[in-house]
């Protein structure tokens, strides 16, 4: 068990730019999580998947925010046309059932 | 959106002291996790206490849920300063079969 990992650990990118973010989840966990979290608060859902299938989004993943699950194995999050407020760690988790989530280190992006 | 709310937002003690920090809730809840997170990590799970549960012991954390108050407790005993770090209390809703709302968390400085 390897835990959940992310990739990259930092993103600098330049407004208007697209980026895209891989979460690889603990194996055998068919759900899977993202959340943004910015400083000083606590995480904020964005997506939920259960296998390949996004269960639900927030309605803080605006139509700029795409996440994909395919196969039901990792995960991307893509941000297109990045703004300055998308600055945030973007964390992804993932759990075997409902309750207890593993969370991976996150990826920390700035946008300039 | 956040219901947690976690209190206090800051909280500084001396190394072999007990720390006590507190979350509030709105909703009906299924489950309430706290989580820890050292500066700019990712989040680790601590303790789950279900709703039907009163009090739960893991090492030197002790978890109190008070469903009819909606909040809960988690106390820190003879703390260490490898303790510092944020401490964030997330609720399992009932109504929800994934996602976890989030306080904004209790800052916790170990002093040595």
């Known amino acids: 068990d390897t835990g959940v990992s992310q990739d990259p650990r930092h993103k600098i990118t330049k407004r208007g730019q697209n980026v895209t973010f891989r979460c690889d989840p603990i194996s055998e966990h068919n759900r899977l999580y993202w959340y943004r979290q910015t400083l000083g608060q606590g995480p904020e859902f964005l997506t939920y998947f259960q296998n390949e299938a996004q269960l639900e989004k927030s309605r803080l993943l605006s139509d700029r925010f795409s996440a994909e699950r395919p196969k039901g194995s990792f995960s991307t999050l893509e941000i297109q046309r990045t703004e300055q407020g998308d600055s945030a760690m973007y964390l992804c988790?993932?759990?075997?059932?409902?309750?207890?989530?593993?969370f991976g280190p996150g990826t920390r992006l700035t946008v300039l | 959106s956040q219901q947690g709310e976690e209190d206090p937002q800051a909280l500084s003690i001396q190394e072999g002291e007990n720390a006590t920090m507190n979350c509030s809730y709105k909703?009906?809840?299924?489950?309430l996790q706290w989580y820890r997170q050292n500066s700019g990590r990712g989040l680790v799970h601590l303790i789950l206490?279900?709703?039907n549960e009163r009090e739960k012991h893991s090492g030197r954390l002790r978890v109190t849920l008070d469903t009819s108050k909606k909040s809960s407790s988690l106390l820190i005993t003879a703390s260490r300063a490898a303790d510092t770090a944020s401490y964030f209390c997330a609720t399992g809703q009932m109504d929800s079969n994934y996602q976890l709302i989030w306080g904004a968390g209790t800052k916790l400085i170990i002093k040595p």
């Open positions: 988790a993932s759990s075997p059932q409902r309750d207890t989530q593993y």
């Open positions: 909703t009906s809840i299924n489950n």
């Open positions: 206490i279900r709703s």
